[in-house]
């Protein structure tokens, strides 16, 4: 891999990225490591945000696991550092809004980049700088469409499928899961819970445990998932309109 980093010590590194405020990054990386500790994955969430929403949900939180540190400026290296002393399986890197050093550094480490995208013009600009950026560190990376309108008889609202269109320019794979606004999200981060331990029969669940099936995929080949919902009336809410839903990535990953 690029640098000689990523993937050391048997320790996959995931970083959420959004160089925009309000798209929902933090609520992606909070739901992406309770999944993987969920399943039995020995997970750290390094806070490399200044606003420390992950810090705050794991003082919250009741439940056991993951572990969230606080990752200051310049210290992403040492803490996954310690993340391979300490026999983690995964990182997951909360990084701030923005395209400066410690972003770079955690594209730098990470075996995959998420980059948080909501469907509006401000965010489809927005996200443009963190994919030039991931560009030039050669880091895998996938747009992760977050806090999108629910789709009516059927159809994606204009806005998805503007922004879809646009992110297919981008250079990047777009996530074959994206997110959906539900009220499940934020009802269980304010508990410092996730979806799917709030609420587990809810589509908010099913829909987050879908993405990180399609994350650990391509962290892991042949790594265990959770069981999404199978009925076509759930179903049909996965998926964006270039995919069919839960399949692969467009483009595998190294």
């Not at 039995?40 to 939180?61: C, N, P, V, Y």
């Not at 997951?92 to 509006?120: F, N, Y």
Request: aromatic share 6%; hydrophobic share 45%; net charge positive.
């Amino acid at each position: 891999q690029v640098g000689g980093f990523r993937g050391r010590g048997g320790v996959k590194t995931l970083a959420v990225l959004s160089r925009k405020g309000g798209t929902g990054k933090t609520a992606i990386t909070l739901h992406m490591a309770a999944q993987a500790h969920a399943l039995g994955h020995r997970t750290l969430i390094a806070d490399a945000d200044t606003q420390h929403s992950a810090l705050e949900w794991s003082r919250t939180r009741t439940i056991k696991g993951p572990v969230v540190v606080d990752a200051r400026p310049g210290t992403l290296f040492t803490v996954r550092e310690a993340a391979i002393r300490s026999g983690m399986d995964l990182c997951v890197i909360d990084t701030g809004p923005s395209v400066g050093p410690d972003c770079i550094e955690a594209a730098r480490l990470a075996d995959l980049c998420l980059m948080v995208v909501r469907p509006s013009a401000f965010d489809i600009k927005a996200v443009a700088e963190t994919a030039e950026m991931l560009g030039r560190q050669r880091s895998n990376g996938w747009f992760v469409i977050n806090q999108a309108p629910a789709r009516r008889k059927g159809e994606e609202a204009p806005a998805v499928l503007r922004a879809v269109e646009t992110l297919k320019t981008y250079g990047f794979p777009i996530a074959p899961i994206g997110l959906r606004s539900r009220v499940v999200y934020q009802a269980a981060l304010a508990r410092g819970l996730s979806a799917g331990e709030l609420d587990p029969a809810s589509v908010g669940a099913a829909e987050s445990a879908a993405l990180w099936n399609a994350v650990a995929a391509a962290l892991w080949p042949k790594v265990e998932t959770r069981p999404i919902a199978s009925r076509p009336s759930q179903a049909a809410l996965y998926g964006w309109p270039m995919t069919r839903p839960l399949e692969r990535p467009q483009a595998p990953l190294a």
